[in-house]
T-cell receptor, first 111, second 112 residues
Framework: EDQVTQSPEALRLQEGESSSLNCSYTVSGLRGLFWYRQDPGKGPEFLFTLYSAGEEKEKERLKATLTKKESFLHITAPKPEDSATYLC????????????FGSGTRLSIRP | KAGVTQTPRYLIKTRGQQVTLSCSPI?????VSWYQQTPGQGLQFLFE???????NKGNFPGRFSGRQFSNSRSEMNVSTLELGDSALYLCASSSDRASPLHFGNGTRLTVT
């Protein structure tokens, strides 16, 4: 069965303290992996798409990487405005393929 | 380019009633997906429509249904509401299957 697991469930950092969020996946084949940011009361906002192992994407303080079994979202020198829930989603190859979301990591950055 | 628009933003309904939620996708996007989000279950897939046809369906009871119109706008309906249907309902559109989903800000449904 296709599965996506995110860790940690919650992460509290001091402003400027870099860290990484993990997204582990088990799928029969991967069409693509997506990262989203969600603020309270809003819909998820698309950040990155990764398609193959070794691929990396960057946007401001965020960098996403992909291996054959997991993806990392690296946050460098975060600011309080980076506080949000970060969601990982995978789009597997299968006869009934649909995008599967992880449960997210709640990130809190203290000033 | 306008984003995904969902109406209404908030709804309060009584158990046993039915409700219809509306979604206007990004212009040019023909795929519309619906998700239910709750604190305990996260984002759960409801269904996906493409060119007015349901292409995929999640594991929800038949009380949950949807449709898509020729202009790609979509509606979802929940009949005989239960307390457990209280959730944020999110609509997302994409240009094709390999492309990322773009979400609206959802409809917050409260069932009392």
């Amino acid at each position: 069965e296709d599965q996506v697991t995110q860790s940690p469930e919650a992460l509290r950092l001091q402003e400027g303290e870099s860290s990484s969020l993990n997204c582990s996946y088990t799928v029969s084949g991967l069409r693509g992996l997506f990262w989203y940011r969600q603020d309270p009361g809003k819909g998820p906002e698309f950040l990155f798409t990764l398609y193959s192992a070794g691929e990396e994407k960057e946007k401001e303080r965020l960098k996403a990487t992909l291996t054959k079994k997991e993806s990392f979202l690296h946050i460098t020198a975060p600011k309080p405005e980076d506080s949000a829930t970060y969601l990982c989603a995978v789009y597997p190859y299968s006869s009934a393929s649909k995008i599967i979301f992880g449960s997210g990591t709640r990130l809190s950055i203290r000033p | 380019k306008a984003g995904v628009t969902q109406t209404p933003r908030y709804l309060i309904k009584t158990r046993g009633q039915q409700v219809t939620l509306s979604c206007s996708p990004i212009s040019g996007h023909r795929s519309v997906s619906w998700y239910q989000q709750t604190p305990g279950q996260g984002l759960q897939f409801l269904f996906e429509y493409f060119s007015e046809t349901q292409r995929n369906k999640g594991n929800f009871p038949g009380r949950f249904s949807g449709r898509q119109f020729s202009n790609s706008r979509s509606e979802m309906n929940v009949s005989t509401l239960e307390l457990g249907d209280s959730a944020l309902y999110l609509c997302a559109s994409s240009s094709d299957r390999a492309s990322p989903l773009h979400f609206g800000n959802g409809t917050r449904l409260t069932v009392t």
